[in-house]
């Protein structure tokens, strides 16, 4: 019900207050040794105001009396009482009473009568009772809306989130609290702004795979459709179709790569030498370069086999990462240049660094931040999947992976990662 944690805040401040202040009096006034205020004033004003009454009496009666109290101030005319002794009437307290004989022969009682105390639980006066019920009440309340308006505006914000309004934020409404309830808010932010961002991106990617699916399939009907017009072109037409279906293929297998690397989905738990993959791979590179007049060069520490740490993961996704950003490097590496891969062992930091760098064109540093998305084109690095997946499988073996331009001409891709990784989504299922 909404609404209900505000009440359920306000009452129980409310009631905690009431009973605090009702505890403190009982404490320091109720519960303490000796005469109440109001008997303790009347012991000291009764004997003297009795003793004058008692002379007027004496003197001239009960009538004396009546003239008398009337001179007096009326809270204390009050508590003053006068009546005929029965004769064996006695008094105990002589403060508070006075045995009196008249002319007339006859005695008489005055009596003062002590004040009593104002009707309220456990004897508190309502003055007592009224300033607690409303200074309560005036706490309670604020306390109940600064602890739960934030909560309905997070609780708004979720409603408008789940009905699609990704651009929502609570930051400008929650304010500069620092508290745990603003930290939440901000967590709210981040967490909108991750959605956003997802949405986006699968948007995009389902954008670019129906643009990079219809260029293909467009060219194997325009195949088909030369084959059916003209036999002569049969030959050349399937030719173009099998070519096609091998870039169909290609592109299907590395969105498959691509969704396993974000997902975990088929990932494996090994332990595996990156060093030692890292080295089939520049010999795999090595084969394809010589065709394009490139070499290759590999640098890496001077360990032995055996006390070099392994990372933990999928060394398959780990392979493909490594031959991905190397493929990226000959693709744009001059003729008679040199492809230099390296890798560094920090013990210390217990981490494994690797650094691919070319003597290509490079990237306008605009692209920087987006070259590891998926389809996004780059100013001289085309586009495709191939970096996207290496930004995935780095990840997902708790590393990092950054590109950078070198000064002088040339490109550079770094990637790091911890010697044995529990993180991302390799972690045991």
């Known amino acids: 019900m909404k609404g209900g944690l505000f009440l359920k805040i306000l009452l129980g401040f409310w009631l905690t207050l009431y009973c605090i202040i009702v505890g403190l009096w009982l404490l320091f006034v109720v519960g303490r040794a000796g005469p109440s205020p109001e008997e ?6 009764a004997p003297a105001l009795l003793s004058q009454l008692a002379r007027e009496v004496a003197r001239d009666g009960p009538a004396a009396f009546e003239a008398a109290r009337r001179d007096l101030p009326v809270e204390d005319a009050r508590q003053i009482a006068i009546h005929a002794m029965s004769p064996h009437e006695r008094t105990w307290d002589k403060s508070l009473n006075r045995d009196v004989a008249a002319p007339d022969g006859r005695h008489y009682l005055l009596t003062y ?5 104002r009707p309220g639980p456990f004897a508190l006066p309502r003055p007592v009772l009224i300033a607690a019920a409303i200074a309560g009440l005036a706490f309670s309340i604020v306390l109940a809306w600064y602890l739960t308006h934030p909560i309905n505006l997070i609780r ?7 009905q699609g309004r990704l651009d929502v934020r609570l930051q400008p409404l929650i ?3 620092r508290d745990e309830i603003g930290s939440l808010a901000r967590d709210f932010d981040i967490m909108a702004g ?4 997802l949405v986006t991106t699968r948007d995009r990617l389902l ?3 129906s643009h990079e699916l219809r260029s293909p399939l467009s060219r194997m009907q325009l195949a088909i459709g030369l084959a059916r017009q003209d036999s002569a072109q049969f030959d050349t037409s399937m030719d173009r179709l099998e070519r096609e279906m091998v ?5 299907v297998r590395e969105l498959l790569v691509l969704a396993r690397a974000e997902s975990g989905l088929g990932t494996i738990e090994e332990y595996f030498d990156p ?5 089939f791979v520049v010999e795999d590179a090595r084969f394809e370069a010589e065709s394009l007049k490139v070499a290759v060069t590999l640098a890496q520490p001077d360990v032995a086999e055996e006390q070099r740490p392994n990372l933990r993961g999928s060394a398959e996704l780990f392979r493909r990462a490594l031959d991905n950003i190397i493929r990226n490097a000959l693709r744009f590496a001059p003729g008679g240049s040199a492809v230099a891969v390296s890798v560094e062992m920090d013990a210390k930091a217990e981490r494994y660094s690797f650094h691919i760098r070319d003597r290509g064109p490079g990237v306008a540093s605009i692209d920087l931040s987006t070259l590891f998305e998926p389809f996004i084109k780059a100013d001289q690095a085309g586009f495709g999947l191939g970096l996207a997946i290496a930004k995935r499988a780095v990840v997902a073996h708790g590393g990092t992976i950054e590109a950078r331009n070198l000064s002088g001409g040339g490109f550079e891709i770094s990637l790091s990662v911890p010697f044995t990784s529990t993180s991302g989504i390799l972690q045991d299922h």
């Open 247 to 251: 870039r169909l293929d290609g592109l």
């Open 113 to 117: 009568r002590v004040p009593a105390r």
């Open 275 to 279: 060093i030692a993959m890292l080295e």
């Open 194 to 197: 991750r959605l956003a961002q």
């Open 207 to 209: 954008h670019d795979v």
């Open 40 to 45: 303790w004033v009347s012991r000291r004003i």
């Open 175 to 177: 304010g500069r609290r």
């Open 156 to 162: 708004k914000g979720f409603d408008q989130l789940a």
